[in-house]
């Protein structure tokens, strides 16, 4: 018979959490932030996020804005403050006060950036598991609900705390520019008080305006947009294979130059031995050109990428509804 365990074992013993699979938001939070980004735009806003992380599903049951600040205010300070204060005020009302991550508005889906990351990376040393929920009011324009929740992958926040990035070690881990960030479905929840109640705010007709919106011709502006920021974006990238093309070119140079010292040094030692003299070592560490050259980090060329292939999703989609429209007018115009 196998010994029973110790409560005190059981206490201690940390079970697995099982994989994050369903972020699960309350209707009424995903108005907050959408009223939060849009009044606020084009200026980037943030806002913390609320509510309980029960086994593979994370609740997101409130939020709250974060203050937009000026820049000779101390942010740290007063940042920290003010949700301690709105975390209080929350408790003493009995709503959820537990952090499960922030939200933040993006500008046509620009949000892959190093600051991301390490706002990730500072949530997750007092949050196990937290997301970021990305809102793109300017795609929002245009009939889509560009909501989005992000994760970091688990095996590059164990890269990334190395503080090594570089090609060796991305190839060790089997990591690639897509393996940064998980997409984590949204599932909106509501009440059945909160249902009712919408059932009967629709209107007869189901029609809107909105559904007028989609059918407009002219999607330049947006396309315009995109090909700007796309171009910027290559042109990073062309930066970034610069900075490795030097980086190669200095490591070849470093070998050439430590092959040609190697070759000269075994000359000396020969003829040291031939004069009955001690050889001297092959390799001299005081050298500089034996001194290892910094491989510059693949992070940014990797943020780049992943912005390049989102500019070029939008782009995709963009495109297809304008064409879908013209061929719908097309056919309207042949008909009549």
């Known amino acids: 018979?196998?010994?029973?365990?110790?409560?005190?074992?059981?206490?201690?013993?940390?079970?697995?959490?099982?994989?994050?699979?369903?972020?699960?938001?309350?209707?009424?939070?995903?108005?907050?932030?959408?009223?939060?980004?849009?009044?606020?735009?084009?200026?980037?806003?943030?806002?913390?996020?609320?509510?309980?992380?029960?086994?593979?599903?994370?609740?997101?049951?409130?939020?709250?804005?974060?203050?937009?600040?000026?820049?000779?205010?101390?942010?740290?300070?007063?940042?920290?403050?003010?949700?301690?204060?709105?975390?209080?005020?929350?408790?003493?009302?009995?709503?959820?006060?537990?952090?499960?991550?922030?939200?933040?508005?993006?500008?046509?889906?620009?949000?892959?950036?190093?600051?991301?990351?390490?706002?990730?990376?500072?949530?997750?040393?007092?949050?196990?598991?937290?997301?970021?929920?990305?809102?793109?009011?300017?795609?929002?324009?245009?009939?889509?609900?560009?909501?989005?929740?992000?994760?970091?992958?688990?095996?590059?926040?164990?890269l990334y705390r190395s503080n090594n990035i570089t090609g060796e070690k991305l190839r060790e881990k089997n990591l690639s520019w897509v393996d940064i960030f998980e997409e984590i479905p949204i599932k909106v929840s509501n009440s059945a008080l909160i249902s009712a109640f919408m059932t009967e705010l629709e209107p007869d007709t189901p029609v809107t305006q909105c559904d007028f919106d989609r059918l407009q011709l002219s999607t330049s502006s947006l396309m315009e947009r995109n090909m700007e920021f796309l171009i910027e974006c290559m042109d990073d990238l062309s930066i970034e294979q610069q900075k490795f093309q030097f980086y190669y070119r200095s490591l070849s140079r470093q070998q050439a130059q430590q092959q040609a010292w190697l070759q000269k040094r075994r000359a000396e030692n020969l003829a040291r031995k031939a004069a009955g003299e001690d050889p001297l070592p092959e390799e001299d560490p005081s050298n500089p050109i034996f001194k290892p050259l910094p491989e510059p980090s693949r992070l940014d060329s990797f943020l780049i990428t992943n912005q390049i292939s989102n500019y070029c999703n939008q782009i995709n989609g963009v495109s297809g509804q304008s064409f879908n429209r013209l061929y719908l007018m097309k056919a309207l115009h042949e008909d009549s």
């Open 1 to 158: 018979m196998a010994s029973a365990r110790s409560f005190l074992q059981v206490a201690t013993t940390e079970e697995a959490a099982p994989p994050l699979r369903v972020i699960q938001m309350e209707g009424l939070v995903i108005l907050k932030i959408i009223k939060h980004c849009k009044d606020h735009s084009p200026t980037l806003v943030t806002g913390q996020l609320l509510g309980l992380d029960v086994g593979s599903v994370l609740e997101v049951t409130n939020c709250f804005p974060f203050p937009i600040r000026e820049e000779d205010e101390e942010i740290e300070a007063d940042g920290a403050n003010y949700q301690l204060e709105m975390m209080r005020c929350l408790r003493e009302v009995n709503v959820d006060n537990n952090t499960v991550g922030w939200y933040q508005s993006t500008l046509l889906g620009s949000f892959q950036t190093v600051e991301l990351i390490e706002t990730f990376m500072n949530y997750q040393e007092n949050i196990r598991r937290c997301v970021c929920i990305i809102y793109d009011p300017s795609r929002s324009d245009q009939g889509v609900l560009a909501l989005k929740a992000l994760k970091l992958s688990d095996s590059f926040m164990e």
